[in-house]
């Protein structure tokens, strides 16, 4: 079975170029099923969730062609019928999407409930509220949904909660509806802002994008585009943080600066020192570490999928640290397997206490989701022994040769798929 090892490690020093977001590159790629001709999208991540995507798109008829590295054409002409089955969209977080991309063009849909990361469910209450409010009807059954609407019609929605799943995929069945829609209290993160800058391209009307309040003018079509995805301010965030973990320096490049302001104030507050360019972000531990209080909110709050790996870099921070989820208050899965390596964590109502400054014991540990699994293997490079991470399908949902960019940094780490060829890299690294 696969799994990584993680043995101690010297402290990372280096750069890591930072791949497209995953989480703008799922909704762009339904958005893109919105043109009337193929649309090219660049700076794609290679990760399992592209792989899963493609799936889907074969029982659709959706044409998804890998063309150079990292570049994906789709042309969605030929779709034929509107369904994701059950058991694919179980194992996608956000096939959700296609409803907003394909309700408007083929009047019907049918998607499977979501799924993903296994720390919470995902509801949909909210893109339900939205799609009816513009003349959809959902029929709800055991395994699955089906959306319809003759037409949809734009509708002044205020979401009940932000949320950036429901923003983008409304704002994609506004894009070609009839009429005006404006969503209020919309999500402002980066990656909405992205959606919109692509579907802007393809020729529709979106003002708003990036503020709490979007206003989105109906058009009847959508042309093609070449566009590039931003990069994954949650990956970067993640390698800053693995700086500080091992004492070292890491510069992650091709990035937005401003799309980590919360996450480098945090550092700064815990005692790493950031030095940003346009493009590069870099973190220097500086070995003084300060516990803190963190508590997750929407963009431009601090990002809760990077509260899992702050824990391992508190964990270094002597004295208490509170972290507070109110957005996923179940996202603590990793506090139980830390606690296995002798972390002192204890977690109540969505808030994790711990106790920094102790030393940390190699252990076999499981990863319930992709940015557990990041936080679980930063902790195994500063534990005394080897650490074993299971669930590693988890992780390479999300990240994009994650394992070769660390060793790249000097982490000792790597995959195993079998016992012999764990010990015979264990055997190669004590040399």
């Given at each position: 079975?696969?799994?990584?090892?993680?043995?101690?490690?010297?402290?990372?020093?280096?750069?890591?170029?930072?791949?497209?977001?995953?989480?703008?590159?799922?909704?762009?790629?339904?958005?893109?099923?919105?043109?009337?001709?193929?649309?090219?999208?660049?700076?794609?991540?290679?990760?399992?969730?592209?792989?899963?995507?493609?799936q889907i798109a074969e029982g659709m008829g959706l044409v998804i062609q890998r063309e150079a590295v990292g570049q994906l054409l789709i042309d969605a002409r030929a779709v034929h019928a509107a369904v994701i089955e059950p058991a694919k969209a179980s194992a996608f977080r956000t096939a959700y999407y296609f409803v907003g991309a394909l309700l408007a063009?083929?009047?019907?849909?049918?998607?499977?409930?979501?799924?993903?990361?296994?720390?919470?469910?995902?509801?949909?209450?909210?893109?339900?509220?939205?799609?009816?409010?513009?003349?959809?009807?959902?029929?709800?059954?055991?395994?699955?949904?089906?959306?319809?609407?003759?037409?949809?019609?734009?509708?002044?929605?205020?979401?009940?909660?932000?949320?950036?799943?429901?923003?983008?995929?409304?704002?994609?069945?506004?894009?070609?509806?009839?009429?005006?829609?404006?969503?209020?209290?919309?999500?402002?993160?980066?990656?909405?802002?992205?959606?919109?800058?692509?579907?802007?391209?393809?020729?529709?009307?979106?003002?708003?994008?990036?503020?709490?309040?979007?206003?989105?003018?109906?058009?009847?079509n959508l042309k093609g585009c070449t566009y590039h995805v931003i990069p994954d301010r949650l990956i970067a965030g993640a390698f800053l943080m693995a700086a500080g973990v091992t004492g070292g320096s890491v510069t992650v490049m091709d990035v937005i600066p401003e799309h980590l302001g919360s996450c480098l104030a945090k550092l700064t507050e815990i005692?790493?020192?950031?030095?940003?360019?346009?493009?590069?972000?870099?973190?220097?531990?500086?070995?003084?570490?300060?516990?803190?209080?963190?508590?997750?909110?929407?963009?431009?709050?601090?990002?809760?999928?990077?509260?899992?790996?702050?824990?391992?870099?508190?964990?270094?921070?002597?004295?208490?640290?509170?972290?507070?989820?109110?957005?996923?208050?179940?996202?603590?899965?990793?506090?139980?397997?830390?606690?296995?390596?002798?972390?002192?964590?204890?977690?109540?109502?969505?808030?994790?206490?711990?106790?920094?400054?102790?030393?940390?014991?190699?252990?076999?540990?499981?990863?319930?989701?992709?940015?557990?699994?990041?936080?679980?293997?930063?902790?195994?490079?500063?534990?005394?022994?080897?650490?074993?991470?299971?669930?590693?399908?988890?992780?390479?949902?999300?990240?994009?040769?994650?394992?070769?960019?660390?060793?790249?940094?000097?982490?000792?780490?790597?995959?195993?798929?079998?016992?012999?060829?764990?010990?015979?890299?264990?055997?190669?690294?004590?040399?």
């Open positions: 079975m696969k799994r990584i090892i993680v043995q101690p490690s010297p402290a990372l020093s280096g750069s890591v170029r930072i791949p497209g977001a995953k989480n703008s590159t799922l909704a762009l790629i339904a958005a893109a099923c919105l043109a009337d001709e193929p649309v090219r999208l660049c700076d794609i991540p290679s990760i399992a969730d592209i792989q899963i995507i493609e063009k083929h009047g019907r849909v049918s998607v499977g409930y979501p799924g993903g990361d296994d720390f919470v469910s995902r509801p949909i209450d909210q893109h339900v509220k939205a799609l009816t409010a513009m003349g959809a009807r959902f029929t709800f059954h055991a395994d699955h949904y089906v959306v319809e609407a003759a037409s949809l019609v734009g509708a002044d929605i205020y979401f009940d909660m932000i949320t950036s799943g429901a923003t983008m995929n409304v704002m994609m069945a506004a894009a070609r509806a009839k009429g005006r829609t404006v969503l209020r209290n919309a999500a402002r993160d980066p990656e909405v802002v992205d959606t919109a800058n692509l579907l802007i391209q393809m020729g529709a009307r979106i003002r708003g994008a990036g503020t709490d309040t979007i206003v989105i003018d109906g058009v009847s005692g790493l020192h950031i030095e940003t360019t346009s493009s590069t972000i870099t973190a220097h531990a500086t070995g003084v570490y300060r516990a803190t209080r963190v508590r997750t909110a929407m963009y431009p709050g601090f990002a809760t999928d990077l509260q899992q790996p702050l824990t391992s870099l508190l964990l270094k921070a002597p004295g208490r640290s509170l972290i507070s989820d109110r957005i996923y208050p179940n996202r603590f899965q990793h506090a139980a397997q830390l606690r296995r390596m002798g972390a002192d964590i204890e977690v109540r109502s969505g808030v994790a206490r711990l106790n920094g400054g102790k030393p940390l014991t190699g252990a076999l540990v499981h990863a319930s989701d992709i940015r557990a699994g990041i936080a679980l293997i930063m902790a195994g490079m500063i534990a005394e022994g080897k650490t074993t991470v299971m669930g590693v399908h988890h992780i390479e949902r999300g990240y994009e040769n994650m394992i070769e960019d660390f060793r790249l940094l000097g982490a000792n780490i790597a995959v195993c798929q079998s016992d012999d060829e764990e010990l015979r890299w264990l055997a190669s690294s004590a040399t």
